[in-house]
């Protein structure tokens, strides 16, 4: 019988090493704007997240937004928005993707608690769902539907 890994892998998959934490998330390792980060993978989170202290790390072209965050116990968090993003997980890669930014110090602040290491930023839904993503758990894989950036 075919593994999952060969069935992906044959359907132009690429899997990614996913690393849990002492607080049971998933960390990913990811490339925004050429710039490497480390980031909490959340099928929760609707939208992929950077902390407004990377805004100039990930070169991000942050304008403002009325739309509020919330998640992590946080709740009527200001919000900008940088609409066109280049970003990459392993060979996985797309050249379209908006970025919510907003004050991460308390995700922080819990994973420093916790002896975790601070992160970049949020890998959500909004980009598992575009690479067609499935989550290996047991192996701790993420595996990323390859696809054609002319799209």
């Not at 069935?7 to 132009?12: A, M, P, Q, S, T």
């Not at 009527?76 to 990459?88: C, E, F, G, P, S």
């Not at 601070?118 to 993420?142: C, F, N, Q, R, T």
Request: hydrophobic share 40%; aromatic share 8%.
């Amino acid at each position: 019988m075919e593994t999952l890994q060969e069935f992906l892998l044959n359907k132009n998959y690429t899997k990614v090493k996913l690393h849990l934490t002492k607080t049971n998330h998933f960390e990913i390792k990811a490339t925004i704007n050429g710039v490497k980060g480390l980031f909490i993978l959340d099928t929760g989170a609707s939208s992929s997240c950077v902390g407004f202290e990377a805004i100039e790390t990930f070169k991000l072209d942050a304008k403002e937004s009325l739309i509020k965050a919330a998640g992590a116990g946080a709740v009527d968090m200001d919000t900008k928005v940088a609409k066109i993003n280049k970003i990459k997980i392993g060979k996985w890669r797309t050249n379209k993707i908006a970025l919510v930014l907003f004050n991460l110090t308390h995700v922080n602040t819990a994973l420093k608690n916790h002896n975790s290491q601070p992160v970049d930023g949020i890998i959500g839904a909004d980009i598992l769902k575009k690479a067609k993503a499935v989550i290996d758990y047991e192996k701790k894989y993420l595996y990323l539907k390859l696809q054609n950036l002319n799209k």
